[in-house]
């Protein structure tokens, strides 16, 4: 292994990061105490951040490239999730010892990719060396017009509630991971294994919600853990019907091999897809944007009468019978 020379703190920066600053003029090069920044007027900001951790988030092992994209793809699902358009962000590094340059390199790299992708750009952040494992914290900054976000707590009852895309095809592909999904042919197997390590934030779905949602959510927990959040946050309780989720061929060759997988499936975290609810007035928009986006937006359940506000979700399998869960939804501790 070449051990090429590594630079210092400052040579760093200009080096890797300097240049995904270009074009924001705020950031003042990444040479000043901090970025000086002005949204566009009668904008508001939406704020977000998340940290992710070798050995917690992803293998010590992954390839730098979809560190990347699963780091920056994390935040934009929580923008996506609020309706906003994706601005600025702030990278802070904490390096293990050992750190090469090239992993540097290719980490940048497809941070300039995602950049380009959804127009936004580097404008700070913090960079550290220690003993412990490879830590990134990034945190991003979004507009939306003046009450134009969504939130979580604005669903009606009897909405009717959508999820974009597939779904558990990220917690499918932890599984493939982990080789715990035997018999799965290749295509499949890559298929899941990509989307776990390569979120697909529902960005321009969020910005196109605006006057049609109550209210949103992003999938990062699992569909009922995070329904749950919604439910509660809007005081209705939510009612799936599973037989209405859309899965991918890929989880429904999963489920043929083990139809336990099903449950992980509607448990399971790491898909940010957009969970979001609607009035029954929005159905035709709704199948529009679906068509205009080429993203399938489907119609999975509705909540609840007024009354049943305990913000309880309740997911009926095809047998018409209510499934139970043990412990939906991961949680850190
Ligand atoms: P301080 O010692 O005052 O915290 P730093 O040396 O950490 O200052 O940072 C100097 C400049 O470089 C700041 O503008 C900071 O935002 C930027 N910066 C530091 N690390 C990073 C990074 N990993 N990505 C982007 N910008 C960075
Ligand atoms: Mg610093």
Known sequence: MGNAKRPDEFELIARFFAPLAEGESGALGLQDDAALLRPEEGKRLIVTTDTLSAGVHFPAEEAPGDIAAKLLGVNLSDLAAMGARPWVYTLSLSL???????????????????????????????TVAGKGPLTLTL????????????????????DHVYLSGTLGDGALGLRV????????????????????RRPRPRVQLGLRLAGLASAAIDVSD????DLGHLAKASAHDAIIEAGRVPFSDAARAAFALNPDLMKVALTGGDDYE??????STAADDI????????????????????????????VIGDDGREMTFAGAGYRHF
Do not use: C, N
Request: proline share 3%.
């Open 139 to 158: 945190t991003v900054i979004g507009t939306v017009d003046e009450g134009g976000e969504l939130r979580r707590g604005g669903a009606q009852a009897g």
């Open 222 to 225: 699992g569909l009922v853990a």
């Open 274 to 279: 957009l969970l979001f609810t609607a009035p």
């Open 177 to 196: 991971m982990q080789g715990e999904i035997d018999g799965l042919a290749g295509k499949h197997a890559e298929e899941l294994l990509a989307r776990y």
């Open 287 to 314: 199948e529009g944007l679906s068509k205009e986006l080429d993203l399938a937006l489907t119609r999975i359940g509705q909540m609840g009468a007024d009354g049943e506000d305990a913000g309880d979700v309740r």
């Open 96 to 126: 293990p010892e050992d750190w090469q340059p090239s992993f540097l390199e290719e980490f940048a790299r497809e941070l300039g990719r995602q950049q380009e992708a959804y127009g936004l750009h580097l404008v700070g952040g913090d």
